[in-house]
């Protein structure tokens, strides 16, 4: 009887904390955007019903039932998009969208996008619809992995904290506070780095000019291959219907396939001149050298040298982390920002994120030990003959 007191009081107690989770989550719901979202999946999915009756009128000859049905189908997905997605756009959190992130194509992005092609090219020849799933699976591959590196750097929040007396060539602890504002969705494989201060990237410049052309070309070439692959595809499904649907020949399919190949290279060099031009506004001006302790040596200022690496933070959580940090001189050290970084979930692709935490940092200069005879002198005051006439009193 106790056991069953017990286990029927351990329900009641977690009774209200179930109901509590359901309360936040139908308080926190956008009740009239569900319900346009609900009508609006409602007249699709009878627009696509009419759709389907009208084209079985079509075959059987029924004239008026076809275009009664064709008709109501459109009318009914124009309304959708007048309507509905309008409404949902304005109520939709846009945030994610402009946050700046850079994208950089691994090793094993490399081979995985090869592997792509190849079965690509394998299926088009041999018709099998084996490839073309495991091609299908391999695209749905690289679109999950950028939305899931997507959700584990946003709403991750970083904070630095710096002593207020630091001297050069003493070790000193900082604290690092990497903050999840996702309430129920981890992240995982975070590398957390500097990113660097004005002062160091004006040699870097002067070193990359020699390779300018070579990189720009590599980055044109990757932008192509981003729109190319899903392209490719396009191109060869119109191929296939145009052949052999409709009877067209290759050659009268020419200009088009033409016309499609300029439209992909104009929009590949359209998306590498935005990058570029947002890679130009994210780089701050860079005034002239700073002088005095601040400039004296070439060595690298930036405070955080080392990336730190955080393989997990849950959801709604924070994560402190204590760093070493030692200076060689005195002078400002300076961080004008902060990136987050992932490979998650497969590693094709390194997503970073810029934080503009900007720190800086003024190292004192080194303190030396006194010598052992200066610090017994007090205790020897009187034991040691004087060489000059005193006071006389």
Request: proline share 6%.
């Amino acid at each position: 009887m106790k056991k069953r007191g017990a286990h029927s009081a351990g329900q009641a107690a977690g009774e209200p904390q179930w109901k509590n989770l359901l309360q936040d989550a139908l308080a926190e719901m956008d009740r009239p955007g569900w319900k346009k979202f609900m009508l609006a999946m409602v007249a699709l999915v009878v627009a696509f019903l009419l759709a389907v009756y009208s084209s079985v009128f079509a075959q059987q000859g029924n004239v008026l039932a076809t275009g009664i049905c064709a008709t109501l189908a459109l009318g009914l997905s124009g309304y959708v998009a007048i309507t509905a997605v309008p409404y949902l756009a304005r109520r939709t959190r846009l945030e994610w969208l402009r946050v700046s992130m850079d994208y950089k194509l691994t090793r094993e992005g490399y081979v995985f996008i090869a592997l792509i092609f190849l079965i690509a090219i394998a299926g088009l020849n041999t018709g099998n619809n084996l490839l073309f799933l495991i091609l299908s699976s391999m695209l749905a591959a690289i679109l999950m992995s950028g939305i899931l590196s997507l959700s584990v750097l946003s709403g991750v929040e970083l904070e630095v904290l710096l002593p207020d007396h630091v001297f050069a060539r003493r070790p000193v602890p900082a604290r690092i506070h990497l903050r999840n504002d996702k309430k129920r969705m981890p992240s995982f494989s975070i590398t957390m780095s500097g990113a660097g201060n004005s002062t160091d990237r004006t040699p870097k410049r002067q070193t990359r000019k020699k390779g300018s052309l070579l990189k720009q070309a590599t980055k044109l070439a990757l932008a192509g291959l981003g729109i190319g692959v899903p392209a490719a595809l396009i191109l060869s499904v119109f191929i296939l219907i145009a052949t052999e649907r409709y009877g067209m020949s290759v050659r009268s399919l020419a200009p088009f396939v033409l016309l499609y190949l300029f439209l992909i290279v104009g929009a590949a060099f359209a998306v590498h001149r935005r990058s570029q031009r947002r890679n130009v506004k994210r780089q701050p001006s860079v005034a002239g050298p700073e002088r005095g302790p601040a400039a004296d040596g070439a060595e690298d200022r930036r405070i955080l040298r080392e990336p730190l690496y955080f393989p997990f933070l849950p959801g709604g959580g924070i994560i402190s982390r204590s760093v070493e940090l030692e200076f060689p001189r005195r002078g400002l050290y300076r961080e004008d920002g902060f990136s987050l970084s992932t490979r998650f979930p497969f590693g094709f692709l390194e997503k970073a994120l810029r934080l503009p935490v900007r720190r800086d940092l003024w190292v004192y200069p080194t303190v030396t030990p006194t010598e052992e005879f200066y610090e017994i002198l007090p205790m020897l005051s009187g034991e040691i003959e004087a060489y000059q006439k005193g006071r006389g009193h």
